[in-house]
């Protein structure tokens, strides 16, 4: 009996001294490919990095974002579709199912990069490891994302909840704010991101926001909301800083670093994947993406930018040959390395065409119609003439921004749509138009897990 | 110290020698037989011709010889004696037969836990790739759904219930008492997972012939000893060990043959068309054949009118063949055993392009005892290597299956058509390629300190790599998609220490028994990914360094550590009243500091009522009764590793500038920890004349809180999920029947029959501010957990034709309401049903499956909708003619886009499948003596050989339902007819 009692405590107390020390037996060494998100803010290039790949969600070339140049193409009337995905059959017959698969990838993209920038400025701003002016510029360029991303969701959504922490608890009953709240907010950002940054692109090429980056966005964002006068002002602030000027040809607008970009996303191999499902594999085949008979027609027969921008193939089915145009702003489809291609998000046309209009608004038809010529004058187009009416040079600029800025982030579509004149564009081309579909469906599954949210209406 | 002075006693004692045979009843010899003498832990293994011998120190005392499969003999003995035969009687539902239990065995007499076991013998009679599929509808309680048709395709086990709402409802597998990880190894990898290949059950890394048992822990009783892992049930399975004897070879050899078990129906051309063609009638649009018409219709306006392709046919016409090739050879003298065997199995599939599995694997064994019976080594090593090659064929199936029947798989220029964005010709050039190697060794060392006093340690060594490529081709893709090829490597290695100590006692009537013991483990996964695209030349396909460009590479690093101490006391008086207890205290590292440590423990008891005089004397067809009854608590922590903190890093594709961004991983929660589920099991089991019919009843009522889950949340969160314990109580509980019976036993015939059934229910029973959570709509208080929702039809509106769905109370409603209950994926009962005869040498076994349920169907768009073809059940659809209907009308301008998840798509899809016949025959000894052969058995085995079922369900096979696209379990090709034949040699 003696024998056992020792062995068993001999055993018990092994077993003891084992887990006297218990933590130790389960306790895990640092990860080796993960940082704890309070070493990333202790350093400046890990913050860096940590805010690159805010601009990696928005701006990868596989990125939601990016990938919805197309869609907003087809959702407006400037692109057809011709396959048979029902994701994009939706968006050419604008009407969204409120499960979309791609309106679903939108929504989460770009709320991902509003939590990205909330963890980054609430990080910043609990560091102890960062200086000063790393911390501020940090938050400038975090402040800009955001503020773009809030700017896309309240023009494709009308009614969304703004996001400012990282707090899930609170985060995942919000409901819905005013869209003048997200205005505000977005302004807000914009402003605070003009003013901590400096003038200067950090890192090579232009591909990060600095100061002109935000005040080119508040101008679009002031125009928006017809403050005329603030968004001449933060366009003029843009154009006169002869960064940007002049003009490229029409063939290098979207190459890397080109002379105009103010912003681009950028990309590893100096092509967009996109260009895969815009341009045809070969010349004879159907292209996915046919520019639509009305915009195509909208081009002046010697606009530079219809023969750059737009190509043609011939399609022959059943012996019978049919030209199809599609689009090609961009057309790298392999790494090339001498002429690449990054996705422009602000360029100098866009704050020529604010102008004008911010200026036609304010009466000034003459520098309106100036800033327009601009335009025009690269395209191979005569110059207007200055003495036009007030709502002939608007008509005029808003035809120009058709030509000028189909196929990139919307504009079409939320042009139409802030000039309230979708459904009598739309309504005509589209059986399947409805006055509802000014506004995407909030997701179905925002719906489901967050009841404090309302699908819009006609959904 | 009444014992030990009794020991001392003993061995001033004479020393008796036993000595003997041990035969079957056919004379026989059966080696590797355990040999003990009762109440002590004197034990040896019959030799080669099942001889034995055996010293023991007390002078009279009861003999015991057991083999699995066998019933226990006892005899008792006085002194020493030699010449004993020992005839052992084959068990078919013996009470006395052993139970493997967590960390020891006992037998179904005794144990006070509930515990389901089938045995080789009936594994060796399914033709199954996976050994779990040997499972489905054998045992009450156990839930055995085949996700998919492909060979080492996932297999989902519930053992009582869902208890968890996500993820983690994986049982805990050991294997020769090592743990080893059930769950698909890439779930981190998303594009290999979710890709061809699909998730690759580990479970096939386990040669089904090598398999002695299974048996499968259910209630607190006999989970609890396996503490925090314990919660959805404990899977014990036991390979097959060494016995010494004669060298003994064994070759196992088999062919079969499959095709596909059903074929869902669909439209054909003519009725497709004319439904087509109705939807534009009915909508007053005229097709065009313009392909940038909103009303482009190449079905009717381009492709053939008269020559379509029957897409079923095409994909599931063809048959599949497997091969099986086994040998073993074992043998031991004395104090040795060894067995080494080793095993090739392939298959392919039936649908189109080349698609092989592969799998060898060898395994070895060796076990030594000491002289003095005091040490015992065992090691047993086991190594697989599994080739899987697939086309992306098989991702295609669901698609392709659903095209229009005129669909033309060529332009008229000869190029393939990827109008559908999908082509089969096309995507057999997609091929994934898994290398799976897997190699398990457990040591086992045992030392006998006192004669009641045991050590026992186990140290168990798992590794598996996983190797794919997964390439995309030009030729497998539309022009409009970059080639790439994905390359994965995926490892993980496991370790695992658990000392043991038992100690047993007899005290007169009493028998007390203690376990103490110790677990250590310690798991490293290691993952990489490139993907990479843009590849000059498609022969380069899998050369990284032909690639354009390289879009994503990714590694990954897991660590998981895993202690606990745990402890068993038994208690046995006069084998009538059992308690037992366990107890269990485990830390985990997943999760966070101040989290990680969580207790569990249980009692249960057992009376052996048949034990009383009265009922032996009064109710003597009563021969066996027992009311067992437990109570504990188990835990879980399937959840991912690091999930308690903050962090960032690069996923791998992320390069911004140059630099390689890091981005946020997870919404992290320091605060979540162990879930528990709190399992009540009270049972019945009678034996009537004999013990020749056993009935067992059990109703068990498991609840779980604080599950464990990732927490779904609306992504304007940032994320979609996140680790939270969900303040839920979930109850699972049920009855679970099972009867066996030998109706018939004669020398030369014999019948017996089993029969179980289980009732499962499931409901939420509370969840805390319901109303406010992310599951307020998803959910419903008081209803199961598997609930369907969707749209309520109300039928057809007569005046449109069109379905009318219901608002949140049930009214017809033009704006309807997405979160009415359609429906539970719980079965309301399933259960098998096994006859075996044996005729002389024949022996034919016959078993039954069935399942009373629904499920979703594969209806998507409401009939006439263009890019889908659908089945025929919407032949049925209203029209002016064909008003008592309730499929909508045809339209081919804008969807209802209800319909799909609404009622109408919620069939009932019960079933009763005969899902195995074999039938086997052993040549007569006599002839075989001449022969030099020991044995030689011929066998047939049908798998799924018929079906009752509702054919007009829109699934494809009742068993696995539907194939839903996006998810990687969807990825499935039906449930086969298989045949085979074999032959096993002895020698």
């Known amino acids: ?459 | 110290m009444a014992t030990l002075c009794l020991i001392f006693k003993a061995k001033a004692q004479e020393v008796v020698t036993l000595s003997g045979r041990v035969t079957d009843q056919q004379n026989r010899s059966l080696s590797g037989v355990t040999i003990k003498i009762k109440n002590t832990t004197t034990e040896t293994l019959t030799n080669y011709s099942g001889y034995f011998s055996i010293i023991c120190f007390i002078k009279q005392g009861t003999i015991q010889a057991s083999f699995l499969g066998y019933k226990i003999y006892e005899a008792s003995f006085n002194g020493t004696t030699n010449n004993l035969s020992i005839k052992l009687q084959e068990s078919t539902n013996d009470l006395n037969e052993v139970q493997v239990i967590g960390y020891g065995q006992t037998t179904r007499r005794l144990n006070t836990g509930s515990v389901s076991s089938i045995s080789a013998k009936q594994i060796e009679q399914q033709p199954v790739t996976n050994v779990l599929s040997a499972l489905s509808g054998r045992m009450p309680g156990v839930f055995v759904q085949t996700t998919n048709g492909l060979p080492g395709g996932n297999i989902n086990i519930q053992i009582r219930g869902k208890g968890s709402i996500a993820a983690g409802t994986n049982p805990l597998y050991i294997v020769d008492g090592v743990p080893y990880d059930g769950a698909a190894p890439n779930p981190t990898n998303s594009d290999l997972s979710g890709s061809i290949a699909g998730t690759i059950s580990p479970l096939n890394n386990l040669n089904p012939s090598d398999i002695e048992s299974i048996t499968v822990l259910k209630d607190a009783d006999a989970t609890s000893i396996y503490g925090s892992r314990g919660s959805n049930g404990v899977v014990l399975i036991t390979t097959k060990m060494a016995s010494t004897g004669d060298t003994r070879i064994v070759f196992n050899i088999q062919q079969g043959v499959s095709k596909v078990a059903q074929k869902p129906k669909l439209l054909n051309l003519k009725d497709y068309l004319e439904i087509r063609e109705e939807a534009f009638t009915n909508e007053g649009i005229t097709p065009s054949a313009d392909p940038t018409s909103p009303y482009y219709a190449p079905d009717l306006k381009v492709w053939s009118q008269t020559q379509g392709t029957d897409w079923v046919d095409y994909l599931f016409g063809n048959s599949a063949r497997s091969s099986d090739l086994q040998g073993r050879v074992s043998g031991g003298k004395g104090q040795t055993t060894f067995s080494v065997s080793g095993n090739y199995h392939y298959e392919n599939l039936i649908i189109p392009g080349s698609n092989d599995f592969r799998r060898s694997g060898l395994s070895s064994q060796f076990q030594h005892q000491s002289e003095n019976n005091k040490l015992r080594i065992a090691i047993s090593n086991s190594f697989t290597h599994q080739y899987n090659a697939l086309s992306n064929a098989i991702n295609a199936i669901d698609g392709t299956m659903l095209l229009a029947p005129n669909y033309p798989l060529r332009l008229p220029d000869g190029s393939l058509n990827w109008y559908a964005g999908i082509n089969i010709l096309g995507e057999i050039n997609a091929r994934s390629k898994t290398k799976t190697d897997n190699s398990i060794t457990s040591l086992n060392i045992g030392y006998n300190i006192l004669p009641l006093l045991n050590f026992k340690i186990n140290a168990g060594y798992t590794k598996t790599t996983y190797d794919q490529i997964l390439t995309f081709p030009n030729s497998a893709i539309p022009s409009y998609v970059i080639n790439n090829t994905t390359f994965g490597k995926n490892s993980s290695q496991s370790f695992l220490l658990e000392p043991q100590l038992d100690y047993s006692v007899k005290l007169k009537s009493v028998s007390i028994s203690f376990l103490a013991g110790a677990t250590l483990q310690n798991r490293q996964n290691d993952m990489q990914m490139i993907k990479a695209s843009n590849f000059k030349r498609e022969s380069l396909m899998e050369d990284l360094g032909s690639a354009g460009t390289i879009d994503v590479r990714t590694n990954d690093y897991m660590q998981y550590k895993y202690a606990s101490l745990f402890g068993r006391a038994a208690f046995n008086l006069n084998d009538t009243y059992i308690l037992n207890t366990t107890i269990r205290r485990d830390g985990s590292s997943r999760f966070g500091p101040g989290q990680r440590f969580g207790n569990f423990g249980s009692v249960g008891a057992a009376w052996i009522f048949s034990n009383l005089s009265f009922i032996k004397e009064r109710l003597s067809f009563l021969s066996y009764g027992k009311i067992r009854g437990s109570y504990g608590t188990s835990g879980n922590d399937q959840i991912g590793d690091y999930q308690y903190l903050s962090t960032y890093s690069s996923p791998g594709s992320n390069i911004y500038q140059n630099v390689a961004a890091v981005s946020p991983n997870r919404i992290a929660n320091a605060h979540f920890h162990w879930e528990t589920t709190h399992k009540t099991d009270i049972a019945l089991e009678l034996g009537f004349l004999k013990d020749r019919l056993i009935l067992s009843a059990d109703y068990y009522l498991n609840r779980s809180k604080d599950q464990l889950i990732l927490y779904s949340i609306p992504q304007i969160t940032g994320f979609a999920d996140y680790q939270a314990n969900l303040p839920a109580v979930i109850e699972n509980k049920g009855l679970e029947l099972s009867i066996n019976a030998n109706i018939l036993a004669t020398a030369d015939f014999s019948w017996s029959t089993s029969f179980n059934l289980t009732l499962p229910r499931n409901k939420l029973k509370s969840f805390q501010d319901f109303q406010n959570s992310s599951y307020a709509k998803i959910f419903e208080l008081g209803y199961d957990i598997t609930r369907i929702y969707g749209y309520k039809s109300l039928g057809i509106d007569q005046a449109t034709g069109k379905l009318q769905y219901a608002d949140k109370n049930g009214e017809v409603s033009s704006i309807a309401y997405p979160y009415n209950t359609l429906g539970k994926l719980t079965p309301d009962y399933y259960g098998g049903f096994n006859n075996t005869f044996k005729y002389k040498n024949f022996e034919l076994s016959v078993f039954a499956q069935f399942v009373k349920q629904v499920a979703q169907g594969g209806l998507r768009l409401i009939p006439g909708s263009f890019g889908l073809n659908s089945y025929n059940l919407v032949k049925n659809r209203w029209t002016e003619s064909n008003r008592n209907t309730h499929i909508p009308k045809a339209s081919a301008n804008g969807f209802d886009i209800n319909y799909g998840s609404s009622s109408e798509n919620v069939f009932n899809t019960s079933y009763f499948r005969l899902k195995n016949v074999s039938l086997s025959y052993n040549l007569p000894e006599t002839f075989l003596a001449r022969l030099k052969i020991n044995q030689l058995r011929v066998f047939a085995e049908g798998q799924n050989l018929f079906t009752l079922w509702n054919k007009n369900a829109a699934i494809l096979d009742p068993e696995f339902g539907v194939m839903k696209s996006g998810s990687s379990l969807s990825i499935n090709s039906p449930t086969l007819t298989t045949v085979v034949l074999g032959i096993q040699l002895t020698l």
């Not at chain 1, 939706?90 to 309106?103: A, C, R, V, W």
């Not at chain 1, 409901?175 to 205005?183: F, G």
């Not at chain 1, 195509?296 to 737009?310: G, L, T, V």
């Not at chain 1, 520098?367 to 187009?381: C, Q, S």
């Open chain 1, 1 to 459: 009996m003696k024998k056992i009692y020792k062995y068993t405590f001999t055993l018990l107390f092994a077993l003891s001294m084992l887990f006297s020390s218990c933590d130790k037996f389960v306790e895990i060494p640092e990860s080796k490919n993960q940082i704890e998100t309070d070493v990333v803010f202790a350093d400046s290039a890990i913050a860096t990095s940590a805010l690159l790949g805010v601009y990696y969600t928005l701006g990868s070339p596989t990125s939601a974002v990016s990938f919805h140049n197309k869609y907003m193409s087809l959702y407006s009337d400037e692109y057809l579709y011709t396959s048979s995905f029902p994701s994009p059959m939706q968006f050419g017959q604008s009407k969204l199912l409120p499960d979309n698969f791609d309106n679903t990838f939108l929504w989460n993209n770009l709320y991902s990069v509003v939590y990205q920038c909330n963890s980054l400025i609430e990080g910043v701003n609990k560091s102890t490891g960062l200086t000063q002016s790393a911390k501020t510029l940090l938050k400038g360029e975090a402040e800009f994302l955001r503020a773009f991303a809030n700017f896309y969701l309240v023009n494709l959504y009308d009614n969304i909840p703004l996001i400012l922490t990282t707090e899930v608890s609170k985060n995942a009953h919000a409901s819905q704010n005013s869209s003048d709240l997200v205005y505000d907010q977005i302004i807000k950002d914009l402003l605070a991101a003009k003013s901590e940054l400096g003038l200067d692109y950090k890192g090579a090429g232009r591909v990060r926001a600095n100061s002109l980056v935000a005040s080119a966005l508040l101008a679009r964002v002031y125009l928006y909301l017809g403050k005329w006068n603030e968004a001449e002002q933060e366009a003029t602030r843009v154009i006169s800083t002869g960064l940007y000027t002049p003009l490229p040809l029409i063939e290098n607008v979207f190459l890397a670093n080109s002379q105009e970009t103010i912003l681009q996303f950028w990309n590893q191999n100096g092509f967009l994947n996109d260009t895969y499902d815009l341009i045809p594999a070969l010349a004879t085949d159907l292209p996915q993406y046919t520019i639509t008979p009305g915009l195509y027609e909208a081009f002046d027969a010697n606009d530079i930018r219809k023969s750059h921008w737009i190509s043609t193939n011939i399609v022959t089915i059943d012996g019978v040959s049919e030209a199809y145009h599609y689009p090609s702003k961009y057309k790298n489809k392999a790494p090339n390395a001498e002429k690449s291609e990054y996705l422009s998000v602000l360029r100098l046309s866009e704050q020529y065409l604010i102008r004008a209009e911010a200026l036609a608004q304010q009466e000034n038809i003459a520098d309106a119609v100036a800033g327009l010529n601009v335009i025009r004058n690269r395209a191979g187009l005569l110059p207007l003439p200055n003495i036009i009416s007030k709502q002939d040079c608007l008509t005029a600029i808003a035809k120009e921004r058709q030509l000028e800025l189909f196929g990139e982030w919307g504009h079409r579509f939320m042009d139409l749509k802030r000039t309230r004149q979708l459904n009598q564009i739309l309504g005509p081309l589209k059986s399947t138009w409805k006055a509802t579909a000014k506004a995407f469906p909030i997701p179905q599954n925002e719906l489901t897990y967050n009841s404090k949210l309302i699908q819009n209406d006609g959904y």
